[in-house]
């Protein structure tokens, strides 16, 4: 067999961005033609939900156009710049409030956050615009679609030891987040296939955006969670993959941490048994939901480092 290249993989996911809706669908198809073609059998499972769909989104600062994107659940109007905020500050604060937000971090407009009120992203340089000026305006135009979210299942759906998940949509390009989930989660499967006998390998849909309040994110967790909590009440551990392949890979255990990443119903009693293995959090929040989230800073290095960290937690050697 041709030697697994993870980089390769993650450059084919990125090419099918952003990953919602279509997109999301694009990779369903990708994923699940990879592994046809490696003899690797899997089950899907299907579920319904709303996503919002942007078709419109301007920004004027004193009449001249601001670049930016909507990161808004509903349509409306920017009256102003009163309400100017970061969007690494909780989308909770200020979940139904028309905004104009940026991530201090990232030099590109980064929809890190998203909110049920009309509300944009814009860059730093933007914001400079926006906050020079005395007459601010804009409008979002968002459409509420319903779509089919299809997650992929590998391995021991009846009575798995260890239940892995990474997820494959995206907000904007999502190399890290998460396509290098995907990609270490791929080669534990290709180079482990005993595994297949203990655990239960989910590629993950519909984890960034749904209309859940006040949770919008994990959706797709829930529903899985909802389905086969049998599974995963059972089994000895439960390993999430996310935002891996651009350094060293970390265990978070932290219950705070663990609900940003995962956040499902039965989090805190799982606490114990859950795993999240990411990477540098740091730079993820330089690139976040944005364009530049493109493989920078990744490696195939930090990548095969991640998938040797998933088969540790799944005690191979």
Known sequence: MKKFNRMALVRN?????????????????????????????????????????????????????????????????????YKIISSLVSSRVLQEEPNINFNPRCVGISKSNHYFAPSVAVSRKGLLQVLKAKRVEGEVKVNKVLHTATDILVGNIENPKYVCFAHYDSVETGAIDNASGVAAMMGVILAHSTLLKSTLFVFASNEELSYDTPVYWGHGFRVFEKEYQRQLERANKIIVIDSVG??????????????????????KRWHKKIVFLSGDFDHL?????????????????????????????????
């Not at 255990?253 to 119903?265: A, E, R, S, W």
Request: glycine content about 4%; overall charge positive.
């Open 246 to 267: 651009n350094a060293k890979t970390q265990k978070i255990t932290d219950m705070h941490d663990i609900m940003l990443g995962f956040p499902i119903n039965n989090a």
């Open 13 to 81: 996911i990125i090419a099918l961005s952003p990953r919602q809706l279509e997109g999301e669908k694009k990779t369903l198809r990708f994923l699940q033609t990879f592994l046809k073609e490696r003899n690797i059998p899997f089950f899907t499972h299907l579920f319904h939900v709303a996503i919002p769909q942007t078709q419109r989104a301007v920004l004027f600062a004193d009449g001249k156009k601001v670049p930016c994107d909507a990161c808004s659940m509903r349509s409306g109007k920017i009256r102003n710049n």
């Open 285 to 317: 929040m330089t690139v976040y939901h944005s364009r530049l989230d493109d493989g920078r800073g990744m490696s195939e290095k930090w990548l095969k480092d991640a998938q040797a960290a998933i088969a540790k937690e799944l005690k191979t050697p």
